[in-house]
Each structure stands twice: as C-alpha cells, then as structure tokens.
C-alpha cells in the first residue's frame, strides 16, 4: 500500500507542508524535509520551481524565481533526494508543472521518483483526460499517486470523474484565486468544504490555498481529512529560517 493511502487510514487530521525545493538555499531542501517530519508532519509536498508557476501566489513565485537563481533543476533535486528514505519515512509528493517533466521525459521521470522513493505527483496543468488516456500507465507501474485539484467551480460531474481516476487524495483548492491571497474562510468556503464532504467519495480530500494557523486549519479540516500549508510557511522560511521549522509547526497543531 502506498504510504499515501496509510497515511490516511491514520485516526488524526493531517498536516501536509509544501515548500519549494533549493529554497532559501540551494542545499536545505533535505534538511527542511527532515525538520518537517521531526516535528510532526504528517505529508510533505516537495515544489519543483517553474519559471511560469501560474497556479501559485507571489510569496510562491517568489521562492521559485529564487530557487532556480540558487540553482534548482529536476535534476539537482533527484541527487538531493537519492537517500531520504534511509532519513524519513513519512509520505513525499513532488508538485509542480509539466512542462518539465515532459522536458525531462515522463517515464524517466516517473522511474527516478519510484528508485528515490516518492509517493505522489501534483501537476495542476496535466489534465485529467490526457493523463489517463497517455500517462496513467507509467504512473502506475512506479507506484505514484497522481493528486488532482478541485475548486468551489468542479462541477459535481467532474469531481466523481476525479474520485475514480484517483487513489491517494484529492487537494481540495479553497477558493479559486492563486495560494497564498486569501486569510481565513467565509461561509461560501465552509458550505463548499460541507457539500464535498457530503458527497462521500472514495478518495480523502485534504484542503488548500489560505491556511495559515491553528484557527484556519481548524477549519479547514472540519469536513475535510487534512490541511496543505504552503505560502505561510514559506513566508516563515523567509523571516525566521530553516531553524524556526519546529516552532511554526507547533502553532498550527495547538
């Protein structure tokens, strides 16, 4: 079983962290994954930079920009990550967009993920139709769950096309803006995490975009399995470094 699908089976709510990989320096990205799981994580999504990141707010773009200026590529981040596993345990997506993958080819692309170790892939601009009808084979015979976006817009057609062509999570976007431009959560965003949750799907759903704090994590995992926590905590990286991982981890779980 997918360390994914354990994960999920676990009687808690969980906490995924994404950061961007080579961010703020080149050579923490190991060291942010190790801090992560030694205070408690329960998932972490590993950010591929991209030059175009049109899905992700500023304070991401911005780590991109700076993480390729560090010198991030597909390529530093697979020698990087060659041994976490004898380090970490806990479940280990990659997110970012196609475009390099595809450069970097899919098939090797998924078979380096498999020897390193990684669970997921998040690729917001591959589609549902493409992967399944092109690349849901190879994703398959590397172990790697495909985790695909919904938003308040996914019409309830599409997101049961979703739940069947999924097995791992879906990443419930809160609201259809990019990450990191919203704090805190209305009464449109909590009757959508209610109505999702009442679909009773096959698949957990872990929620996106504005969760910052104890209070919003709260929340967001009311109806939901989990929570992703991206901007805010690079945002953390950024004013307090890679040291602070422990603290920030602790105010959102209390």
């Known amino acids: 079983m997918n360390r994914i699908n354990?994960?999920?089976?676990?009687?808690?709510?969980?906490?995924?962290?994404?950061?961007?990989a080579g961010y703020p320096n080149l050579d923490d990205t190991v060291k942010i994954i190790e801090d992560l799981e030694a205070s408690g994580v329960d998932m972490i999504e590993i950010g591929l930079p991209f030059s175009d990141p049109l899905a992700d707010g500023p304070t991401i773009q911005e780590s991109s920009t700076?993480?390729?200026?560090?010198?991030?590529?597909?390529?530093?981040?697979?020698?990087?990550?060659?041994?976490?596993?004898?380090?970490?345990?806990?479940?280990?997506?990659?997110?970012g967009y196609f475009n390099p993958m595809l450069q970097y080819g899919v098939a090797a692309f998924c078979k380096k993920c498999k020897e390193i170790g990684i669970d997921g892939i998040i690729m917001p601009d591959l589609p549902l139709a493409v992967y399944e009808n092109e690349y849901r084979g190879v994703f398959e015979q590397n172990g790697l769950e495909?985790?695909?976006?919904?938003?308040?817009?996914?019409?309830?057609?599409?997101?049961?096309?979703i739940d069947a062509a999924s097995n791992g999570f879906i990443y419930m976007v809160?609201?259809?803006?990019?990450?990191?431009?919203?704090?805190?959560?209305?009464?449109?965003?909590?009757s959508y995490f209610e109505r999702i949750h009442n679909l009773q799907l096959a698949n957990e759903q872990i929620v996106g975009f504005g969760i910052n704090d104890h209070e919003t994590f709260a929340a967001a995992t009311k109806y939901a399995k989990g929570a992703?926590?991206?901007?805010?905590?690079?945002?953390?990286?950024?004013?307090?470094?890679?040291?602070?991982?422990?603290?920030?981890?602790?105010?959102i779980r209390n």
């Open 228 to 251: 992703i926590i991206g901007s805010a905590f690079i945002k953390n990286l950024t004013e307090n470094g890679v040291k602070s991982i422990p603290k920030f981890i602790e105010t």
């Open 66 to 95: 700076a993480a390729l200026h560090n010198g991030m590529r597909t390529e530093v981040l697979f020698e990087q990550l060659k041994d976490i596993r004898k380090s970490v345990t806990i479940p280990l997506i990659i997110m």
């Open 6 to 20: 354990k994960k999920s089976q676990e009687n808690k709510k969980l906490l995924s962290i994404y950061f961007t």
């Open 174 to 190: 809160s609201s259809a803006s990019v990450t990191g431009s919203k704090s805190g959560f209305g009464d449109a965003q909590e």
């Open 146 to 161: 495909n985790i695909f976006l919904i938003t308040p817009q996914t019409s309830e057609k599409r997101i049961r096309e």
